[in-house]
């Protein structure tokens, strides 16, 4: 099971194992409070990707689409996801992004359950 929170948001008691999935450190969150395990930011999109994209909730499809050509390549770090997933029974992937509907980690939540 893979859930999606933000990383400003208290830590549940459902979270077993919690993954911060931003290329960039969130703004005001010190490395001592994140209460993450482990950031795998290689999982992100691309710099250029982000960029183009900046949360246009216009050209959602079309970043999904490209960000899984992204992920394609990213077999290691899609491994490494599903292996936490399995080992933990809950994997928590963490972003700070404000639109909880329209972003990466949805995306990659949606890629993760196809594979």
């Known amino acids: 099971m ?8 208290p830590e549940g008691p459902d979270e077993h194992y919690r993954v911060l999935i931003d290329r960039l450190w969130p703004r005001g969150i010190s490395k001592e409070k994140a209460g993450w395990d482990e950031w795998l ?9 982000r960029k183009w994209y900046n949360h246009d909730p216009a050209k959602w499809n079309e970043f999904k689409k490209l960000y899984n050509e992204e992920l394609t ?4 770090e899609l ?3 599903k292996e936490l997933e399995i080992a933990h029974g ?3 992937m963490l972003t700070s992004t404000k639109d909880t509907e329209n ?3 949805v995306a990659l ?5 196809g594979i």
């Open 2 to 9: 893979i859930n999606i929170r933000r990383i400003y948001d």
């Open 41 to 49: 930011r290689e999982v992100s999109p691309s710099n250029e990707l």
């Open 73 to 76: 390549h990213k077999k290691n």
């Open 79 to 81: 491994k490494r996801l």
């Open 90 to 92: 809950t994997l928590t």
């Open 103 to 105: 972003n990466h980690a």
């Open 109 to 113: 939540k949606e890629f993760l359950s």
